[in-house]
């Protein structure tokens, strides 16, 4: 398995998703944003942070990169793609993804360990999630909270397209277990092909049992 | 020719920073305040004469990069 990590200026878990994949003996290399040339890969990540500064909207600067073309041209082959955070904010910024990722409803930048619920097994990134669907990810964001129109809301749900939800302990999907004000406590979704995975918690910043647990490491193990 | 754009939220879109403002002007007396929204302006200087031609490049730069069209809608204006 070979991976590409975009480096956006503004980037900065560029360096944690790349121990994460050399963790799970993934080969990875890191690609600058203005490069013109997606090197060989099966997964394309598009890592956390704020590239450009959040300027104008979150992921909207970095959207207009050299690079995005080739990327779009590997997810619309099937190639892999994993946009985390703000990684998902560019994803939806360049078409890959449907929706917008609003700021969050407290005007809050949040960062704390969430429970999410996995609501789609059926896709590469969480089939390793099978006997495990309530899991606990860290998030740091600004701008988590997912807007789509109500006809794009129903289009996940009725097509099984979210990945993830945010919920308590128990797997409670509800208000009181929404951070951010999420349409439908939603945390991550998937395209049409599945093959295109975009979610604001870090499953990066959860492989090591010192450091907010282990439950990120099953998406990666599953990649191999 | 300078073209100004302003950007305002679409109406069912949640806009808790307007709403903020508008309770704070709330809180400093101003009761008749109904309702704010907030949104960003734009000013754009374009080496094109032909109001036309300017009219179209406009909208094609608020179209594909300085709006989203999901969650924005947005005003041109030609001084």
Redesign the interface.
């Known amino acids: 398995m070979k991976s590409s990590v975009i480096v956006f200026p503004g980037s900065n878990c560029d360096r944690d998703i790349a121990v994460a994949l050399n963790k799970f003996n993934i080969k990875n290399q890191m690609v600058w944003h203005d490069e013109t040339v997606l090197p060989k890969s099966d997964l394309v990540v598009l890592p956390g942070g704020f590239s450009f500064g959040d300027y104008l909207r979150t992921g909207c600067i970095a959207s207009k990169s050299k690079i995005i073309e080739g990327i779009l041209n590997h997810a619309n082959k099937g190639g892999l793609v994993l946009g985390i955070c703000n990684g998902f904010q560019i994803l939806i910024e360049a078409g890959l993804l449907p929706g917008a990722l609003l700021r969050n409803k407290k005007l809050k930048f949040l960062s704390k360990n969430v429970y999410l619920k996995v609501t789609n097994l059926e896709n590469i990134f969480c089939l390793g999630y099978k006997n495990k669907k309530i899991i606990k990810f860290p998030i740091a964001h600004n701008e988590g909270n997912y807007f789509a129109k109500e006809s794009i809301i129903k289009d996940l749900e009725d097509k099984n397209l979210i990945a993830f939800k945010y919920c308590d302990e128990n797997g409670v999907v509800n208000n009181e277990s929404n951070p951010n004000g999420s349409s439908n406590n939603i945390a991550g979704i998937l395209n049409a092909g599945k093959n295109v995975l975009g979610l604001m918690p870090h499953p990066e910043r959860a492989i090591d049992p010192l450091l907010s647990g282990i439950d990120g490491s099953i998406m990666f193990k599953n990649l191999i | 020719m300078k073209i100004s754009a302003i950007v305002t939220l679409k109406k069912?879109?949640?806009d808790?920073?307007g709403k903020?403002v508008n309770q704070t002007l709330k809180n400093m007396g101003y009761d008749n305040v109904a309702n704010v929204r907030q949104g960003k302006y734009f000013e754009i200087e374009l080496d094109e004469s032909n109001e036309e031609k300017a009219k179209k490049i406009a909208n094609e730069i608020c179209k594909k990069?300085?709006i989203?069209t999901?969650?924005e809608d947005y005003k041109i204006h030609f001084k």
Do not use: A, K, T
């Open positions: 069912d879109v949640l808790p920073q903020v990069l300085l989203n999901v969650i």
